[in-house]
């Protein structure tokens, strides 16, 4: 492997924009702060590890279960 590779003439991947989508999601302070703490013990960004584990719900077809049982 070289020590230096030479991008100057590198073009951009024209199917990037094609593999993931910008959006906007509401998320508890928590949930952001839990996802933040995991990325930097395995060290890479929340939002991608994030993702990783949203992916992995749909491959597996996992279901949140909605039966809320009120507080108090």
């Given at each position: 492997?070289?020590?230096?590779?030479?991008?100057?003439?590198?073009?951009?991947?024209?199917?990037?924009?094609?593999?993931?989508?910008?959006?906007?999601?509401?998320?508890?302070?928590?949930?952001?702060?839990?996802?933040?703490?995991?990325?930097?013990?395995?060290?890479?960004?929340?939002?991608?590890?994030?993702?990783?584990?949203?992916r992995?719900?749909?491959?597996?077809?996992?279901?949140?279960?909605l039966?809320w049982?009120?507080?108090?």
């Open positions: 492997m070289r020590k230096n590779y030479d991008f100057s003439r590198g073009t951009k991947n024209p199917h990037a924009k094609h593999l993931k989508k910008q959006v906007t999601i509401r998320l508890e302070q928590a949930t952001i702060d839990y996802f933040k703490a995991l990325a930097d013990d395995v060290g890479i960004p929340y939002q991608t590890l994030i993702n990783l584990y949203l992995d719900c749909v491959a597996a077809n996992r279901r949140i279960s039966d049982k009120p507080e108090g």
